[in-house]
């Protein structure tokens, strides 16, 4: 069956419909990432699914049982050790294109966002790129816009304002603290990547100081700051939703509990800093789907008439005590919920988000009930993922720790390996976890404290109970220390 030859649009109820279409997919599908885990979905409904990775990790033994992957590290023998290498520079690379010819073709490229290089690289190799124009993504992504978006929207907003960043030395705290409120988060929009990088809370006129001299030479992150956004800090809990703009209607995923600022992260300078997120179990006064929609619909809509497809990230607050939800972000591109969510939908039975996300830019005819769809979607999910990064350690241990599934010795506060394995399925209890998305199989690729160790996959969520964090902590140090020296 070639789908491109089909009368009517394949309706999309269940699993095994999503696996018929990609299965009379002619070409060759390809996921691109900084680590193949990343790319992984696609590989339980594509049988010739390919992944072209940069990083050469613990976990690739057991991901090369889904999908055919090339890592470029690999096939160089060292480690990329270049700041700022992206998708683009990864495809661009002489043996990286050396394998992707002798791909049949066409070959349509699952990336985590587009660049204008890599538009240029993919007209001159004819690839299809499975992504937003690479302007709209940065328009989209733009703290300009959102703050425009919001007064457009007429959703709920935090009290601020965008301003030039050499207003940080023209004023002291209390200048902000009776205009805006006594508790700010400052935020510099000229940083580009997530993670909470550029962002600080500042509570205090000495917190305030501090960021007047961290920012007194106007870069940071090797970036020439220009602009500083500053809004009221809402205390409450972190969270977001994930949509994906269709052209038939928006699909959302349920609201989702984000990890922030966790202990292992206190040396950092900045705040907000992302750790990963956490299903089910609320810690919050748990807002209806109907409040939750009215907050993120507007923007799916608004995007979907600018042209967007596919999945976009919305960051939230949910306000301590009252439960009001304020948008604080849009992420144009994969969420740092993928593919994690996805694989919870996939233990449901359910069809991940990712799979209607690749069939609109396929140009794939299809047919979703989309009520139905969100009903699916709306239906809770439990687990939770933590991500562990460099922070100040030098190098790595020999022989690497490898991926797959452990469980603590809560007697010697250590713990050992029980099987390979990336599916939270496999997880039996709460003293096991997974370990994938790395761990470093060779030398670091930066020395950026917010370098991605690998991350733990957990079958509670942390919001159950202290104990259940405190076990995911517990494992956080044993296999950080398993890792670096």
């Given at each position: 069956?070639?789908?491109?030859?089909?009368?009517?649009?394949?309706?999309?109820?269940?699993?095994?419909?999503?696996?018929?279409?990609?299965?009379?997919?002619?070409?060759?599908?390809?996921?691109?990432?900084?680590?193949?885990?990343?790319?992984?979905?696609?590989?339980?409904?594509?049988?010739?699914?390919?992944?072209?990775?940069?990083?050469?990790?613990?976990?690739?033994?057991?991901?090369?049982?889904?999908?055919?992957?090339f890592c470029l590290e690999e096939r160089l023998g060292r480690t990329v050790q270049e700041e700022g290498f992206q998708s683009a520079r990864l495809l661009a690379h002489p043996l990286t294109r050396e394998y992707l010819r002798s791909l049949p073709d066409p070959k349509y490229?699952?990336?985590?966002?587009?660049?204008?290089?890599?538009?240029?690289?993919?007209?001159?190799?004819?690839?299809?790129?499975?992504?937003?124009?690479?302007?709209?993504?940065?328009?989209?992504?733009?703290?300009?816009?959102?703050?425009?978006?919001?007064?457009?929207?007429?959703?709920?907003?935090?009290?601020?304002?965008?301003?030039?960043?050499?207003?940080?030395?023209?004023?002291?705290?209390?200048?902000?603290?009776?205009?805006?409120?006594?508790?700010?988060?400052?935020?510099?929009?000229?940083?580009?990547?997530?993670?909470?990088?550029?962002?600080?809370?500042?509570?205090?006129?000495?917190?305030?100081?501090?960021?007047?001299?961290?920012?007194?030479?106007?870069?940071?992150?090797?970036?020439?700051?220009?602009?500083?956004?500053?809004?009221?800090?809402?205390?409450?809990?972190?969270?977001?939703?994930?949509?994906?703009?269709?052209?038939?209607?928006?699909?959302?995923?349920?609201?989702?509990?984000?990890?922030?600022?966790?202990?292992?992260?206190?040396?950092?300078?900045?705040?907000?800093?992302?750790?990963?997120?956490?299903?089910?179990?609320?810690?919050?006064?748990?807002?209806?789907?109907?409040?939750?929609?009215?907050?993120?619909?507007?923007?799916?809509?608004?995007?979907?008439?600018?042209?967007?497809?596919?999945?976009?990230?919305?960051?939230?607050?949910?306000?301590?005590?009252?439960?009001?939800?304020?948008?604080?972000?849009?992420?144009?591109?994969?969420?740092?919920?993928?593919?994690?969510?996805?694989?919870?939908?996939?233990?449901?039975?359910?069809?991940?988000?990712?799979?209607?996300?690749?069939?609109?830019?396929?140009?794939?005819?299809?047919?979703?009930d989309l009520a139905s769809m969100n009903d699916e979607y709306a239906k809770p999910v439990t687990g939770s993922h933590l991500l562990l990064f460099l922070m100040s350690s030098d190098s790595l241990r020999t022989p690497s720790l490898r991926g797959g599934l452990y469980e603590?010795?809560?007697?010697?506060?250590?713990?050992?390996?029980?099987?390979?394995?990336?599916?939270?399925?496999?997880?039996?209890?709460?003293?096991?976890?997974?370990?994938?998305?790395?761990?470093?199989?060779?030398?670091?690729?930066?020395?950026?404290?917010?370098?991605?160790?690998?991350?733990?996959?957990?079958?509670?969520?942390?919001?159950?109970?202290?104990?259940?964090?405190?076990?995911?902590?517990?494992?956080?140090?044993?296999?950080?220390?398993?890792?670096?020296?």
């Amino acid at each position: 069956m070639d789908w491109r030859k089909q009368r009517r649009p394949m309706l999309l109820r269940q699993l095994e419909d999503a696996a018929t279409i990609f299965s009379s997919l002619k070409g060759t599908l390809v996921g691109v990432g900084m680590t193949a885990y990343s790319r992984i979905i696609p590989s339980f409904f594509c049988r010739n699914y390919h992944i072209v990775a940069l990083r050469k990790t613990g976990d690739l033994p057991i991901l090369r049982e889904k999908a055919q992957i090339f890592c470029l590290e690999e096939r160089l023998g060292r480690t990329v050790q270049e700041e700022g290498f992206q998708s683009a520079r990864l495809l661009a690379h002489p043996l990286t294109r050396e394998y992707l010819r002798s791909l049949p073709d066409p070959k349509y490229f699952f990336l985590y966002q587009n660049y204008p290089e890599l538009r240029d690289l993919g007209r001159e190799e004819n690839w299809v790129l499975l992504a937003n124009p690479p302007e709209l993504r940065v328009r989209v992504g733009s703290r300009s816009f959102f703050n425009e978006l919001i007064q457009c929207l007429r959703v709920n907003a935090a009290e601020g304002l965008l301003c030039p960043i050499e207003e940080l030395w023209a004023h002291e705290y209390r200048y902000w603290a009776e205009r805006v409120g006594a508790k700010l988060a400052v935020q510099l929009p000229e940083i580009r990547m997530g993670g909470g990088r550029g962002t600080f809370f500042i509570f205090s006129e000495q917190q305030y100081q501090a960021l007047q001299s961290r920012l007194r030479g106007r870069i940071w992150r090797g970036s020439r700051i220009e602009t500083m956004s500053v809004r009221r800090f809402i205390e409450g809990t972190p969270a977001s939703v994930a949509l994906c703009v269709t052209e038939n209607g928006i699909l959302f995923s349920r609201l989702q509990t984000q990890l922030l600022d966790l202990p292992y992260t206190d040396a950092m300078p900045e705040n907000g800093v992302f750790c990963g997120h956490s299903w089910g179990g609320s810690l919050f006064l748990d807002p209806t789907s109907d409040a939750v929609k009215a907050q993120t619909a507007p923007f799916g809509e608004y995007l979907g008439r600018m042209g967007y497809r596919g999945i976009v990230g919305i960051d939230l607050v949910v306000e301590k005590g009252t439960g009001r939800i304020y948008p604080m972000e849009i992420n144009p591109r994969l969420t740092g919920a993928f593919p994690m969510l996805s694989q919870l939908h996939l233990g449901n039975g359910v069809i991940p988000m990712e799979i209607f996300h690749l069939l609109e830019f396929l140009g794939v005819p299809y047919e979703v009930d989309l009520a139905s769809m969100n009903d699916e979607y709306a239906k809770p999910v439990t687990g939770s993922h933590l991500l562990l990064f460099l922070m100040s350690s030098d190098s790595l241990r020999t022989p690497s720790l490898r991926g797959g599934l452990y469980e603590l010795d809560l007697d010697s506060k250590g713990a050992f390996f029980v099987k390979p394995a990336m599916d939270y399925r496999d997880i039996k209890n709460e003293r096991q976890f997974i370990v994938i998305d790395g761990p470093p199989d060779g030398q670091l690729g930066s020395g950026d404290p917010l370098y991605r160790l690998c991350r733990l996959l957990f079958k509670d969520p942390f919001a159950a109970n202290r104990n259940t964090m405190n076990l995911a902590l517990q494992a956080a140090e044993w296999v950080r220390n398993r890792i670096l020296v």
